[in-house]
């Protein structure tokens, strides 16, 4: 008989997540030349869909020695006044991260190692891309943009 996991109930195969880490640990010293190792993983579950899991950090890809196998954890939050981004880039070197904007989106681009990383980020409203002012501190980027109402014009009714 099973033993019943406290996950059961929940609708994601935790098997694959069980795998990740076994992978992880199976193949730690091949990665491991005395730099930090950072390794995770998100879930992101909407209603309707299957759930999506994003790989993110420094470790390379065993079964892929080519790729990087990069992806940056990020989110993007939104006020009555700003668009805010949050990504987690650990590992990665400031000079190493560049950035533009437009009113509708934000680019990000990461150097790791001979490869670059491109996001191109839809924002969730208008922004004005001067506004744009970023920070970067202990692997985390926060990006802050002034959003821009949107323009009103009243209609005289005849």
Do not use: C, W
Not at 65 to 71: D, I
Not at 86 to 101: F, H, Q, R, W
Request: proline share 6%; aromatic share 8%.
């Amino acid at each position: 008989m099973r033993r019943r996991k406290s996950y059961d109930d929940i609708p994601i195969d935790f098997d694959i997540f069980e795998d990740m880490i076994e992978d992880l640990i199976d193949h730690i010293e091949e990665v491991n030349d005395g730099n930090p190792v950072v390794y995770g993983f998100s879930i992101t579950k909407r209603p309707g869909e299957e759930p999506e899991v994003f790989e993110f950090g420094s470790r390379p890809r065993v079964d892929d020695p080519v790729s990087v196998g990069y992806k940056p954890l990020l989110e993007v939050f939104e006020t009555d006044d700003s668009v805010y981004m949050v990504a987690e880039l650990p590992g990665i070197d400031k000079e190493d991260i560049s950035l533009d904007a437009t009113e509708n989106t934000l680019t990000m681009r990461v150097r790791v190692d001979d490869q670059i990383f491109s996001e191109n980020v839809e924002l969730p409203a208008r922004v004005d891309p001067s506004s744009a002012v970023a920070g970067y501190r202990n692997g985390v980027l926060e990006v802050t943009l002034t959003r821009i109402g949107d323009a009103k014009t009243r209609i005289e009714i005849r």
